[in-house]
């Protein structure tokens, strides 16, 4: 095994280790460390057999194990960002609905206050 195979599948189980005890601590949702921890052991196995990749690969209709690995990275990463970008909206829309409701509540304050002061008198008021 060579050394960058060593420090990638170190890395990897290292990682995959830290996920699932915060996971088990409840640190994190174990539901959402799974897809991780199942990432990082698949990079580990990848580390570990880098022939694996290219039996995959070609039963899959790729010719290299590390083009599979590009693909299936790509796809990732597309997968995240579409996600990432749909919470974005919904934190944004949910902004939104809170700042309006806020902004109404504080007109109608106002507004309840207003009616309540009775009208300041002084000079101005005198003069007419």
């Known amino acids: 095994m060579s050394p960058f195979q060593l420090a990638g599948l170190t890395l990897s189980l290292g990682v995959?280790?830290?996920?699932?005890?915060?996971?088990?601590?409840?640190?994190?949702?174990?539901?959402?460390?799974?897809?991780?921890?199942?990432?990082?052991?698949?990079?580990?196995?990848?580390?570990?057999?880098?022939d694996a990749t290219g039996v995959v690969a070609r039963k899959l209709g790729v010719d290299r194990g590390a083009d599979l690995i590009s693909y299936l990275s790509v796809l990732a990463m597309l997968a995240g960002f579409f996600l990432v970008s749909l919470r974005l909206r919904g934190l944004n829309r949910q902004i939104t609905l809170l700042v309006r409701q806020l902004a109404i509540s504080d007109a109608e304050r106002n507004l309840e206050a207003t009616r309540e002061e009775p009208l300041p008198a002084g000079p101005a008021w005198d003069e007419e």
């Open 16 to 50: 995959s280790s830290l996920l699932l005890a915060s996971a088990l601590r409840g640190r994190i949702r174990l539901r959402g460390a799974l897809p991780w921890i199942g990432l990082w052991c698949a990079s580990a196995v990848a580390f570990a057999w880098p």
